[in-house]
């Protein structure tokens, strides 16, 4: 079985402050991790991905995320923080042999201040 | 490409009322899911199908009923509506095989069971 956990459903940063959103795993295998974003009201759209090539991921929007197994984690971050970064955000687990299911977090909603 | 698409946008059912929930895709992918979308629990796999005539059961399958005919088209039923029900639907697709490619959303299907 394979489970996401996201620590902190709501995150508030400054514009151009550090964007850190954090996101560990659990799986039994080598899992595949995704990072989605979410405007309001519309579907999900894929900011990056894991898939056991690099351990550090770019993303679209200037977003990374860094793969790190002793820690079972796939954090989120971005350098600044731009008010049209303001989403919700979820973090998401498949594993080879396991098709294309995914796993989702809970989500975590970003806002960003002036 | 329209990519997926999702129809109705919105929808207010009464109890015992039956539906479909209609996802179509034009990207000739053979993976496709519905998902529903309930806050503070993320994004939970209802049912998915790996192909026309294939379908399986997701992590919340009670209460609905999917069937694939066309690679296109992949419904929701609701066979009798419950307030539980009330949520965000999304219908996903993407390539199959062992191959974990990104999967693409549709815009959501909001449904609310008075």
């Known amino acids: 079985a394979q489970s996401v956990t996201q620590l902190g459903s709501h995150v508030s940063v400054s514009e151009g402050a550090l964007v850190l959103l954090r996101c560990n795993y659990s799986s039994s295998v080598p899992p595949y991790l995704f990072w989605y974003v979410q405007y309001p009201n519309q579907g999900l759209q894929l900011l990056l991905k894991y898939t056991s090539a690099a351990t550090l991921v770019k993303g679209i929007n200037g977003f990374e995320a860094e793969f790190k197994k002793s820690e079972t984690s796939f954090h989120l971050t971005k350098p600044s923080a731009h008010m049209s970064d303001a989403a919700e955000y979820f973090c998401?687990?498949?594993?080879?042999?396991?098709?294309?299911?995914?796993?989702f977090g809970t989500g975590t909603q970003l806002k960003v201040e002036l | 490409n329209a990519g997926v698409t999702q129809t109705p946008k919105f929808q207010v059912l009464k109890t015992g009322q039956s539906m479909t929930l209609q996802c179509a895709q034009d990207?000739?992918?053979?993976?496709m899911s519905w998902y529903r979308q309930d806050p503070g629990m993320g994004l939970r796999l209802i049912h998915y199908s790996v192909g026309a005539g294939i379908t399986d059961q997701g992590e919340v399958p009670n209460g609905y009923n999917v069937s694939r005919s066309t690679t296109e088209d992949f419904p929701l039923r609701l066979l009798s509506a419950a307030p539980s029900q009330t949520s965000v639907y999304f219908c996903a697709s993407s390539v199959a095989g062992g191959s974990v490619g990104e999967q693409f959303f549709g815009p959501g299907t909001r449904l609310t069971v008075l």
């Open positions: 998401a687990v498949s594993t080879i042999g396991g098709g294309n299911k995914l796993t």
């Open positions: 990207m000739n992918h053979e993976y």
